[in-house]
Every structure is written in structure tokens, then in C-alpha cells.
């Protein structure tokens, strides 16, 4: 999947940055839950990788938020675990949903991926959004989209088209 089916519209990634802005997400450790806030940094990762520069967090669940079947969410999961496997980086359950949990979503973050390869992997899993930032900053929502009306001064969203 490369390019996002027609209708997902201006008014939809709008909708969906929205959503995605106030969404929950956590990463895992030896059976902990840790939260990740955008616009926040997260010491307690890159302190567990002190070598890495680079963090991200992608899902390939529901490509361009269109939902699919469990078992075709399922397939495309360990498709994707598969992909992280094959980049040789280390990485971890993660999880994403809505505050009141009508949607939710296994999800991996990845430590020390380059920014062009966490890139291609979700355009190649169909997502629209997905979390990133380096060592020291805040997590930022990445939108595999053109900029909508109304989103002119968010500070921790990058719109790549």
C-alpha cells in the first residue's frame, strides 16, 4: 500500500489528525505499561537505549484508518514484525487507542531505525499517522498527508506532502 484510498479526504485527515492528536499510546517493557504523550520527550526509553538516536511507533492495523477484519489486521501485524526483524534495529509492543477505547491498536515502536526507512515501512503498512522523534525531543505525530485547513500552527505534527 502506498497511496491512501480516495476516500480518505481533506475533511477526513483533518478528522484523523484529530483523532490521532488525543489518541492513548503506551510502549511495553519486561511487562510494564509506559504512556507516550505528543509534545512530551520519553526519558525512560532512550534511557534503556542510551545508543540509539532515533525512536518511532507504527502500527500496521487499518491502513488509512479504514477498518479491517481482525484476522487481516492480525496477518498484516506479524507481517510488519517480520519487517522490524529484518532491519536488524530493536524494538517493542506498543499500543494505540482512542481515550474511550472505541478503537485500539497493537502497535511497535522502533529504536534507531533512520528516519527514510521507519518512513517506507509505513507507507508500506497504509499508515497515515504514526509517532517519531530523536533523543531529547518530543514525540511528534508524523501524517503521511498534505496539510488541511486548521492545522496551520500545530507545533508537533509533520505533514510530509
Known amino acids: 500500500m502506498t497511496h ?37 520527550p ?44 529484518a532491519t536488524g534495529q530493536p524494538f517493542c509492543p506498543a499500543f494505540a487507542s482512542a481515550p474511550n477505547r472505541s478503537w485500539r491498536e497493537p502497535s511497535w515502536v522502533v529504536i534507531g531505525l533512520e528516519q527514510a526507512a521507519f518512513d517506507a515501512l509505513s507507507r508500506q503498512f497504509g499508515q497515515l499517522g504514526t509517532l517519531w522523534w530523536t533523543r ?12 488541511p485547513g486548521g492545522f496551520e500552527h500545530d507545533e508537533h505534527i509533520d505533514w510530509l506532502k
Not at 484529530?18 to 505499561?33: C, I, P, R, V
Not at 534511557?47 to 511507533?57: E, I, P, Q, R, Y
Open 42 to 85: 520519553v526519558p525512560a526509553l532512550e534511557l534503556l537505549h542510551d545508543d540509539a538516536k532515533t525512536f518511532g511507533l507504527l502500527s500496521a492495523w487499518n491502513p488509512y484508518s479504514v477498518t479491517r477484519t481482525e484476522t487481516a489486521n492480525r496477518n498484516a501485524d506479524r507481517a510488519l514484525h517480520d519487517a522490524l526483524i
Open 4 to 40: 491512501p484510498p480516495a476516500i480518505v479526504g481533506q475533511a477526513s485527515i483533518s478528522e484523523l489528525a484529530h483523532a490521532y492528536l488525543g489518541a492513548d499510546y503506551s510502549w511495553q517493557h519486561e511487562g510494564d505499561w509506559h504512556d507516550l504523550h505528543i509534545g512530551l
Open 136 to 147: 531529547n525531543t518530543p514525540i511528534r505525530l508524523r501524517m503521511d498527508a498534505s496539510r
